[in-house]
Nanobody
Framework: QVQLVESGGGSVQAGGSLRLSCAGS????????IGWFRQAPGKEREFVVVIKRGGGSTAYADSVKGRFTISRDNAKNLVYLQMNTLKPEDAAVYYC?????????????????WGQGTQVTVSS
């Protein structure tokens, strides 16, 4: 099991950018796919993006495709989520999570470890 900590959340105007970070503990970080989910008040947790263990494959939700970019630096136990052209509907608590599932995990039930979340606010 891996422990995860998110950082980089904040408040930004619509059209602006933020970069979130997900820091993992231990030397087995590269054994996990790392996904980002988000949850707005009164809504269910929503898949955003996932990056495979080696960083060679990614999958994005349609709502963020072309605006968000995920990357990872396994030597530093870090995954980044670069969020550009932010919209008010992007506002949510963002969570990173780790999965050992086969394939490309797009649902929360396939993730076993979760960070504490970081708040993203987008004003119009």
């Amino acid at each position: 099991q891996v422990q995860l900590v998110e950082s980089g959340g904040g408040s930004v105007q619509a059209g602006g950018s933020l970069r979130l970070s997900c820091a993992g503990s231990g030397r087995t970080f590269n054994n996990y796919d790392i996904g980002w989910f988000r949850q707005a008040p009164g809504k269910e947790r929503e898949f955003v993006v996932v990056i495979k263990r080696g960083g060679g494959s990614t999958a994005y939700a349609d709502s963020v495709k072309g605006r968000f970019t995920i990357s990872r630096d396994n030597a530093k136990n870090l995954v980044y989520l670069q969020m550009n052209t932010l919209k008010p509907e992007d506002a949510a608590v963002y969570y990173c999570a780790a999965s050992t599932a086969w394939g490309v995990p797009r649902t929360a039930n396939l993730y076993g470890s979760w960070g504490q979340g970081t708040q993203v606010t987008v004003s119009s």
